[in-house]
């Protein structure tokens, strides 16, 4: 090395990191993570950090709860694939981000959250606005963080963003008091990320793959179950070429859908308790499960004395806590979804002696396809194939939990990924239209629908502030039945008609209360007029608001009821 670049190397080195406070040092960071947007709440602990961001240049959504905020990130992070950032002040800013932590640990989203604190010196006194966030959220986070001097903030917040987006995502919480936000300390952001204990298995091992491929070649009926960790792995093309490859029909998980095309020949849909017959009797009959990135939960296994009782089961998964953790495996496979197909593909793969099992599945898809019956009301049913008609299959659906999560999960038929957003292990109401709001963002060049029921809806409902503010074009379609239909019907069906608190008599006049928020709004009550009012609704450069008047006695068939095995499905046929 000559003299005059060794010197310029000295400078170089010489020259001391940028002195900034903490509030600055988060902003810095977030720039350096290519954070795009930014969805919180001010309030007095975090008033060091929304002055920093003031004229930072990220965009900031500014929802009207803090609950709001953080199913906005995970909206966004849905869609994107990107963490989401949200921002609460300490106390009941803290607290109100519980139930979205929850839902993104459950759910595996990445989000990052960070809240404000009470000032370092007065922490365990029960000063004012002061909670124990990091306790209360510990259970609900993949990790968290209470950061003491600014001089931590790079280091945490690279941390941070490494564990919510690696291994299985999850959410991380930064709690900042608001004394380290103001403090100032060296900013270097250059340090790698060093976490000897966590060390997430993203290869699997290749001798259980080898076993994998054995047990492909002895089966005669098997089932791929794709869950969400298929989606992200980003693993949808090798799933694709790995099934049309080994000929092994495929059946999805309410988080999968998407994750491979549903309009492809060996694909028999969703599973679980109001999944299709054929996906139940596939993993009712299997002699062979291959799991890819799912959980097995409750709602996809049903009673599991009878779940896949004859079959040889593999799971592979990136999160070795879900292996074996509900039903016992016999080939386990720790690993990214991704590596473990690409894995499988490289290796000798013929085509599994499929042909009678699969046209026996063919067979109970025909003969018992999803249903509903005419009766000249508006069907929810009947909604859900118009949306698909008029987006083409192409629009991000976002939907509340209920009765209309479940008929959008089984009458818009998915090809894509990244294009179902919806709340599945928490199920948590009021989680619809704040997370359009994320996903819009987060897909910008697609068309966005909230698909919610009346009631989940009204829990964030002030949301459609945010939508007006930015004109952000998402479709809110509201399935009214004047009850909490699920519930309802579960009362219906097992408690003798007892509806003890869940119907709504009266109902504010959503139409008024989108013109209230300079938002258009129709009321339709019968098919015709809800074709109309979409087509103008997807026509129209901004939001707008469809509010479906539909059957109260409407039920989600066919069903799985509690206790009851897979195979023992009701209202399968009309």
């Not at 990191?17 to 290519?34: D, I, N, Q």
């Not at 975090?46 to 609950?67: F, K, N, S």
């Not at 408690?495 to 928020?517: I, W």
């Amino acid at each position: 090395m000559s003299v005059s670049t060794q010197s310029t190397q000295n400078q170089i080195a010489s020259v001391p990191e940028p002195w900034m406070t903490g509030a600055e040092m988060l902003v810095e960071a977030l720039r350096s993570e290519g954070v795009e947007v930014i969805f919180g709440y001010p309030g007095g602990a975090v008033l060091p950090l929304y002055d920093a961001l003031y004229e930072c240049g990220i965009p900031h959504v500014l929802t009207r709860h803090e609950q709001g905020a953080i199913h906005a990130a995970e909206g966004y992070a849905r869609v994107s694939g990107k963490p989401g950032v949200v921002i609460a002040t300490s106390g009941p800013g803290a607290t109100n981000l519980v139930t979205g932590l929850a839902d993104a640990m459950l759910d595996s989203l990445p989000v990052v959250a960070i809240t404000g604190q009470v000032p370092t010196s007065v922490i365990g006194s029960d000063a004012f606005q002061e909670t124990p966030i990091i306790s209360i959220s510990t259970p609900i986070t993949k990790h968290n963080y209470q950061v003491r001097t600014a001089q931590e903030l790079p280091g945490v917040i690279k941390e941070a963003f490494h564990i919510a987006c690696t291994g299985r995502p999850g959410p991380v919480l930064i709690d900042i008091p608001k004394d380290v936000a103001s403090t100032s300390g060296i900013f270097d952001y250059q340090e790698p990320v060093r976490l000897p204990g966590y060390q997430p298995t993203v290869l699997p091992n290749q001798m259980q793959l080898r076993k994998v491929v054995s047990a492909i070649r002895a089966a005669k009926k098997p089932v791929i179950l794709a869950g969400a960790g298929v989606l992200h792995a980003k693993a949808h093309q090798l799933l694709q070429r790995f099934v049309e490859q080994t000929q092994i029909p495929l059946v999805h998980t309410l988080l999968g859908l998407g994750g491979f095309p549903a309009t492809h020949p060996l694909c028999f849909g969703m599973g679980g308790m109001h999944g299709s017959v054929v996906a139940n009797r596939a993993l009712y009959e299997t002699d062979l499960l291959i799991n890819i990135g799912a959980r097995f939960d409750d709602r996809l296994t049903g009673n599991l004395q009878y779940f896949a009782k004859n079959a040889v089961v593999v799971h592979i998964d990136i999160d070795p806590a879900e292996i074996g953790k509900n039903v016992r495996t016999h080939i386990p496979v720790v690993g990214d979804a991704a590596e473990a197909l690409r894995s499988l593909l490289d290796m000798e793969l013929s085509p599994a002696q499929t042909d009678e099992w699969t046209s026996y599945l063919q067979q109970l898809r025909a003969e018992y396809p999803f249903w509903y019956q005419q009766d000249g009301t508006l069907k929810p049913q009947r909604v859900m194939e118009i949306i698909h008609e008029q987006t083409q299959g192409e629009a991000v659906i976002v939907t509340d939990v209920g009765q209309h999560q479940m008929w959008a999960a089984q009458f818009y038929p998915f090809t894509a990924p990244h294009r179902w957003v919806t709340s599945g292990g928490l199920g948590t109401m009021g989680f619809g239209l704040p997370a359009a709001i994320g996903a819009q963002l987060g897909a910008p060049d697609r068309a966005v629908v909230a698909v919610v029921g009346d009631a989940g809806f009204q829990m964030t409902l002030q949301e459609l502030s945010v939508l007006a503010d930015s004109q952000l074009p998402v479709k809110v379609v509201i399935f009214n039945n004047h009850s909490l239909g699920m519930v309802r019907q579960w009362q219906e069906l097992f408690y003798e008609g007892r509806y003890s608190e869940s119907l709504l008599s009266h109902q504010p006049d959503f139409v008024k209360l989108a013109d209230a928020y300079h938002i258009p709004g129709f009321r339709v009550e019968n098919e015709e007029d809800f074709a109309h009012a979409l087509q103008a609704g997807l026509a129209t450069d901004g939001p707008v608001l469809i509010e479906c008047r539909i059957n109260p006695e409407e039920n989600v068939y066919p069903m799985v009821a509690p206790g009851k095995g897979i195979h023992e499905m009701v209202g399968v046929k009309p």
